[in-house]
């Protein structure tokens, strides 16, 4: 047993060897694609990964160690495009922790070292924004800047200064009484703002390049990269249009300089000296603070403009610095809270197409499944066809998915080159995928592709939802499933069929699916041999031999058919029908019945009329006051109404014109649906659509009193007066500028008198 035992180990030490081999290879692609090429492969989270692996492995087999093992040194080598630059101090890197119980144990390694005991909190900590950007060097003389270098292995990085010189935070002289020579080091990144008008404006060139039948080039797929790239440009010119900003965390080398003894105060006098300095640098006392801090930042990032990737944790006390020192390649004194990543990159199956409640069809992708910001991701969207194709996405593609915070998870881009160049690209279905196989129709000046068939089961099935969620009617307890079931079944076929439901029809199939899929998982059992066996295990066969008498009359022969068909759809039917017992029944049948008081705001969203949302469904049930009035107000009536519009008003009236659409109101009329507005003044609406601007005091009305007046009558009260001004009210002490202007555009300019007589009649004075 003992040389079989050996011989086991020596098996495990040989696969330990031939993995780090491996990993340390792969890293160094990594490396070099990331420090010198700007064209990394995977997402920041993925290479992490990849050197905790290593580490661990040489932890458990430290004969595995080797001197030019990325785990010993600090990123890659520099690049030839510039002169190298060799650091007055290393530039080092720093090591990671990934959640509470990481950051205890580097607050653990301080104490021992400091000789503290495990109550004491032995040192202040400076935390600060891990900024993801590219870490830079700059030095002064005499208050000006000489030079600006990137990290590069940390002992030599690249000149960069005259592209440096052009970042407008960096400035390039410093204030009088500057030390003699002063190192800065920081990060230079790139906002998202300036991001977005850097990425709109590739994907423009791609779109005339594709128009001119040109192949599209790469389109940045982040900020930092995108940082890097700009960073490293030949011409310092392109680096200037590109928008790069500078945050500075950390003092250098100084001669001539004050003394300091806390790194707070350093930051103060870099501050002072005009050089940029995070807003948001805290000094904490605890480790239990400073891991408040860190898990705010993880879940407030998104409010910055620009992105941070972590929180990095200093000693502040200089003197404790060099008494815990370094290990080979990070300090001892300061450790990165990694937040999770944002950023995965994954395989990208195929693109698939969905149709939404209006017929707009959304390209979406089907990934390789990943963990990115905080959930696993399968499905991604891609936004609409000119997306897919500036940024030249195509199915097999290895890309950036990104997923911040609770927004919907993006395909960012690929990562390029492709390992199949000759990978064709992807194009947009011509028919809809739903049974129907509509054509898909791209109106001109639009970048969205519709099905325009209103008989599509997608846009139903979208339109029923939209009309029970959240922002509509509400109707608690008929989400996505139970809306496709109840349209597969007959029960509904538009949003009025809610409030006419056949409940008993709906107990009769229940019962009827779930005999049959008893039956069906007994014959599964009996074919399998598996007596624990469940309804996941059931195919076709089962379900054919199964089927029960009188399902052709209760489901249809088609449904039925197509249920023996797809077993994966009869199980979703069985599972939703399964949940509709007598309880749930009686909820959903209270919450359909609780939507027949909804104010007509409500139900004017939930008519899923295209470009109405919940601001214009207001306007119009408030001012209007009825659907009545509405669905025969003309178009320029609606769009007079303040926060409505010609765009809204035309949808609002073709949506009315239709009579598919009319019928629909009439079944909600005779289900007892509110129809009304809320009370409105008994006043006519004799100011509709005009503009009255209100200055000075009035003796009969407030300033707020006199704006709701005209707003009751249908009218606007704007703060400023321009063409399309109506009258001007001047009370005592006007706006002098008002005043001024109505003269100048030949307004009507109404006293106190004239303002109730417009009130009344709605006319002015002759």
């Not at 950007?133 to 200064?161: F, K, M, N, P, W």
């Not at 996941?536 to 399902?551: I, K, M, N, Q, R």
């Not at 321009?722 to 202007?741: D, N």
Request: glycine share 8%.
């Amino acid at each position: 047993m003992a040389q079989g035992s050996d011989g086991d180990d020596q098996d495990r030490a040989a696969d330990a060897a031939d993995r780090a081999a491996a990993l340390r290879a792969e890293i160094a692609v990594h490396d070099e694609r990331y420090h010198q090429l700007d064209a990394p492969t995977i997402a920041d989270a993925d290479y992490d990964a990849l050197v905790r692996e290593l580490r661990d492995l040489e932890e458990a087999h430290p004969d595995l160690v080797t001197e030019d093992s990325p785990t010993q040194r600090v990123g890659a080598a520099p690049s030839t495009l510039f002169a190298p630059v060799e650091h007055r101090s290393p530039m080092m890197s720093l090591d990671n922790a990934f959640d509470a119980e990481s950051l205890a144990a580097w607050g653990e390694r301080l104490e021992r070292r400091l000789g503290a005991g495990p109550d004491d909190d032995p040192v202040d900590y400076v935390c600060e924004l891990k900024i993801d950007g590219v870490a830079i060097s700059l030095v002064y003389e005499d208050g000006h800047l000489v030079q600006a270098a990137t990290r590069g292995d940390g002992r030599v990085g690249e000149d960069v200064t005259a592209n440096v010189r052009t970042i407008g935070d960096v400035p390039e002289d410093l204030p009088a009484g500057a030390p003699r020579l002063l190192e800065v080091r920081g990060e230079v990144y790139m906002s998202r703002s300036a991001f977005a008008r850097l990425q709109a404006t590739q994907e423009e060139l791609n779109r005339e390049r594709l128009a001119d039948g040109r192949k599209p080039t790469p389109v940045a797929v982040n900020p930092r990269n995108a940082a890097a790239g700009s960073l490293r440009q030949k011409d310092s010119a392109v680096t200037a249009s590109r928008e790069l900003s500078m945050w500075c965390y950390q003092l250098g080398e100084v001669d001539g300089g004050p003394a300091f003894s806390r790194h707070r105060e350093t930051l103060e006098f870099l501050g002072e000296a005009g050089l940029p300095v995070n807003p948001e640098i805290t000094l904490l006392p605890t480790l239990d603070e400073v891991l408040e801090y860190c898990v705010r930042w993880r879940d407030d990032r998104l409010r910055l403009d620009y992105d941070i990737d972590g929180a990095v944790v200093k000693v502040d006390d200089l003197a404790t610095r060099a008494t815990l020192g370094f290990t080979a390649r990070a300090p001892r004194w300061a450790v990165a809270y990694k937040f999770p990543p944002e950023e995965r990159t994954t395989r990208l199956r195929s693109i698939e197409v969905s149709v939404g409640r209006t017929g707009r069809t959304t390209p979406f992708a089907q990934l390789e499944p990943v963990f990115v910001g905080g959930a696993n991701v399968s499905q991604a969207t891609l936004h609409n066809q000119d997306q897919v194709a500036v940024k030249d996405v195509r199915p097999g593609d290895v890309v950036v998915v990104r997923r911040a915070g609770d927004v919907i998870p993006e395909v960012v881009g690929p990562v390029l080159p492709r390992d199949d160049p000759d990978r064709p690209a992807w194009e947009f279905p011509t028919t809809c995928p739903c049974p129907r196989a509509s054509t898909l129709v791209r109106p001109e000046g639009e970048s969205d592709t519709r099905c325009v068939d209103p008989e599509c089961p997608f846009q139903r099935a979208g339109s029923i939802e939209h009309f029970a969620g959240r922002g509509s009617m509400d109707v608690e307890g008929f989400g996505e499933q139970r809306v496709r079931l109840f349209l597969d079944l007959g029960l509904v076929a538009d949003i009025a069929d809610l409030y006419r439901i056949d409940w008993d029809r709906l107990a009769a199939l229940r019962a009827l699916v779930t005999d049959w899929a008893t039956a069906a998982v007994a014959v599964a059992r009996e074919r399998t041999g598996d007596d624990a066996a469940r309804l996941d295990v059931v195919d076709t066969s089962d379900l054919s031999a199964t089927t029960p008498d009188g399902a052709d009359d209760l489901l249809g022969s088609e449904l039925v058919a197509d249920l023996v068909a797809d077993p994966a759809r009869f199980r979703s039917t069985a599972d939703t029908l399964r949940g509709l017992g007598e309880e749930a029944v009686a909820n959903l049948q209270a919450a359909i019945a609780a939507t027949r008081d909804r104010p007509l705001a409500k139900l004017l969203v939930g008519l899923n009329i295209r470009h109405l949302g919940p601001a214009g469904s207001e306007a119009l049930a408030s001012t209007l006051g009825h659907i009545d009035a509405i669905e025969a107000a003309g178009e320029e009536a609606m769009a007079a109404v303040e926060g409505v519009g010609p765009v809204i008003a035309a949808a609002v009236r073709a949506w009315f014109d239709d009579e598919a659409n009319r019928a629909v109101v009439d079944k909600l009329r005779a289900a007892g649906i509110n129809l009304e507005g809320p009370e409105r003044p008994d006043v006519e609406p004799v100011l509709l659509g005009r503009a009255v601007v209100v200055t000075g005091t009035l003796e009969g009305w407030s300033r707020e009193e006199a704006a709701e007046a005209i707003k009751a009558r249908g009218g606007k009260s704007p703060g400023s007066v321009s063409g399309k001004t109506y009258a001007v009210v001047v009370g005592a002490e006007p706006g002098a500028s008002k005043l001024t202007k109505a003269e100048d555009l030949g307004v009507p300019v109404l006293d106190e008198a004239a303002f109730a007589t417009l009130l009344e009649t709605g006319e002015l004075p002759g």
